[in-house]
């Protein structure tokens, strides 16, 4: 099959608002000839809007005169655009209409509203009247005259931002786009605004206020801006690309005049007792009657007679006195602390009462004593009458012992009046707290002699016991006792006689919280076999005040002799041995004890025994005598 190449034939595939268009002409010189298709463009590129076109191409040849074919090809060609330079910036975030508040002038005040909100160029008279009652013999006010609204002076500073704008280069490849400078090229004439520019790619340009735009001057409503960005060469001069749109910022009206008084003075009379509601009168710093008036001009400049601009004004009010109020006492009721030493001396300071009078400055001339009521105020403290300086009376004994730690006292403050029948007095109460000194040893009381036999041993409680008390503070330092053996010492019928350190030690248990009382008992400390005989124990108890307290008391400590000899008793005959624990034998044999057998200079005394029924009524019987020990019964 054989082709005829000149019924090739190329046909473009793409929409018709691609800006290219495919010519098929025959190529010069060709053998055989063939056809060449041309891509050319027939409409202006921008990069900006596109950056690549991508086609189709597709050749095809005709049916032969065989009836072959047609067959036919295709192939994708992508067109790539070149920027330049050509397109001047663009803005892409631009505030077109701001609204801004004007700034405060200096001279606005903040302080209470004084009038109607917002009554700007209106005249007000202000009437004066009484709220409550005057209790001073002359009350100065300033008046501060304002239209009602709020105040902050940090609200606007002159940096504030008031817009914000971005734009580009309008040609995007980094590699030719170029830096933007912004300016304000117009509507700026009094120089109310300026222009920061950004500091990196991401910021925008801030118009910012340059300096105070006050609505009341001309023109200053609407504030018309051109703001216009312009592109950079490399050497940052300017390029003549550059974009322009328009600001409009418009400036709303604030309360940025003081309202001003008609006179810088006002005087007013009247007496302390004037009733509520009443209207006060003025006189003008001339004497003439008048009204207190405002004018609220927010853009009028009010001046008075000597062209002098005001906007606070004094009232003096002179109020005639009236001796109607009761002394008040202050919180807490004295300067000092209310605590006094146990055993203070007279005259010892305390505190200074302290109580204040509105019909006289500072509470003077207000008169101090004790209550009637504070009968053991009165017994241990003192007041000046006229300083209300409290301190411990002539011969007072403050006795912490006597009073405890709290003392109620009852004192009055008066303004003792020339009229009886118009003075004024008021009592208050308080307490006053009395430190406990170290002034009471230790007391021994109930001192029992203590106990014990030959057959106690070692950490056994001993008969008897003793009692100690403090009558200090308890809780402290004062009546925290500590007992101490100084001395073990065997004075009569002693086994072993002299120095018996160790014999025994002392338990100590508090027996009461009120007046600190503790119960002392003895252990022994040792076993007491062949320990018989009459001991002195020397007890010293201590506090730890200061400084400290102790008592020493002799406690008598028994141990008699266990029942360790016998002696052999007979109808007629019998031998007794000097023990104090003895046996005898009845005449059918059992044994009955005698009991308390004492040794006296070398002989014996039975002082108390106990025989059988059948001994006592014998006829036979038995006799007691003091004898030696080796004679016979």
């Known amino acids: 099959m054989s082709l005829d190449l000149q019924n090739f034939l190329f046909d473009k595939q793409q929409d018709s608002s691609v800006p290219f268009e495919l010519r098929i002409f025959e190529e010069p010189g060709s053998n055989p000839p063939r056809n060449v298709a041309v891509l050319n463009v027939i409409r202006e590129l921008n990069f900006e809007t596109q950056t690549s076109h991508r086609l189709t191409i597709i050749v095809q040849d005709l049916q032969d005169e065989y009836g072959n074919g047609p067959h036919s090809e295709s192939a994708t060609i992508t067109v790539e655009v070149e920027d330049i330079q050509d397109t001047p910036p663009r803005f892409f975030y631009f505030d077109s209409f701001v609204d801004i508040e004007e700034d405060y002038g200096s001279n606005t005040t903040g302080l209470a509203r004084w009038g109607d909100n917002h009554n700007h160029h209106n ?126 910022v418009s400036v709303a009206d604030i309360d940025d005049n003081d309202p001003m008084f008609n006179f810088d003075h006002f005087t007013s009379e009247v007496d302390e007792d004037i009733s509520y509601g009443v209207p006060l009168s003025f006189k003008s710093p001339g004497g003439e009657e008048t009204f207190i008036n ?15 601009a005001k906007n606070t004004a004094t009232v003096t009010v002179k109020v005639n006195p ?32 302290k109580a204040t009078d509105a019909d006289r400055e500072n509470g003077d001339n207000l008169w101090y004593y004790l209550s009637d009521r504070s009968f053991t105020g009165k017994e241990l403290f003192s007041v000046d009458l006229e300083t209300g300086e409290l301190s411990v009376a002539d011969g007072a004994n403050v006795d912490w012992e006597t009073f405890g730690t709290n003392l109620i006292i009852y004192v009055v403050a008066s303004d003792e009046a020339d009229d009886p029948l118009v003075s004024h007095r008021n009592e208050t109460s308080f307490d006053i707290t009395i430190l406990d000194v170290n002034d009471n040893p230790p007391q021994f009381s109930n001192i029992e002699e203590i106990f014990g036999s030959e057959n106690t041993n070692a950490g056994e409680t001993l008969v008897g016991s003793v009692r100690v008390s403090d009558l200090d503070q308890p809780g402290t330092s004062n009546t925290d006792l500590e007992p101490e053996i100084v001395r073990i010492e065997c004075m009569l019928d002693c086994a072993i006689p002299g120095d018996a350190t160790g014999l025994v030690e002392l338990m100590m248990e508090q027996t009461s919280d009120i007046i600190i009382t503790y119960i002392i008992r003895f252990n022994a400390d040792m076993d007491f076999a062949e320990r018989r005989g009459q001991y002195e124990v020397e007890v010293t108890v201590s506090d730890k005040g200061d400084p400290m307290l102790s008592t020493t008391e002799i406690i008598i400590l028994h141990i008699v002799d266990r029942n360790d000899e016998y002696f052999a008793w007979s109808v007629e005959h019998g031998y007794i041995f000097p023990v104090e624990e003895v046996m005898i034998a009845s005449l059918r044999g059992s044994l009955n004890k005698i009991r308390n057998a004492k040794m006296l200079n070398d002989s014996f005394v039975l002082q108390r025994f106990q025989v059988g029924s059948d001994i006592i009524n014998s006829n036979t019987g038995a006799e007691f005598y003091k004898k030696t020990k080796e004679d016979r019964i």
């Open 322 to 353: 009236k001796n109607d109020n009761f002394p008040q006492w202050s919180d807490p009721p004295y300067d000092g602390d209310p605590v006094v030493n146990e055993n203070a001396p007279s005259g010892t300071e305390i505190l200074t009462l």
């Open 123 to 248: 005249s007000r008279a202000l009437r004066i009247k009484v709220l409550d009652s005057l209790e001073r013999r002359l009350v100065g006010l300033a008046l501060s005259a304002v239209d009602g609204l709020a105040y902050d002076p940090e609200w606007h500073s002159i940096d504030e931002v008031v817009a914000n704008f971005l734009a580009s280069d309008g040609d995007t490849t980094p590699e030719i786009a170029r830096n933007i400078i912004y300016s304000i090229s117009g509507g700026n004439g009094e120089g109310y605004f300026k222009i920061d520019q950004p500091t990196d790619g991401s910021d925008t340009a801030k118009l910012r206020r340059a300096k105070t735009v006050d609505s009341e001057a001309p023109n200053t409503t609407f504030i018309t801006l051109n703001i216009t960005a312009t592109e950079l060469f490399e050497n940052d001069t300017e390029t003549d690309q550059s974009t322009s749109q328009t600001c409009v």
């Open 294 to 308: 405002v004018t609220d001009a927010d853009a009028i400049a009010v001046e008075d007679v000597n062209g002098i």
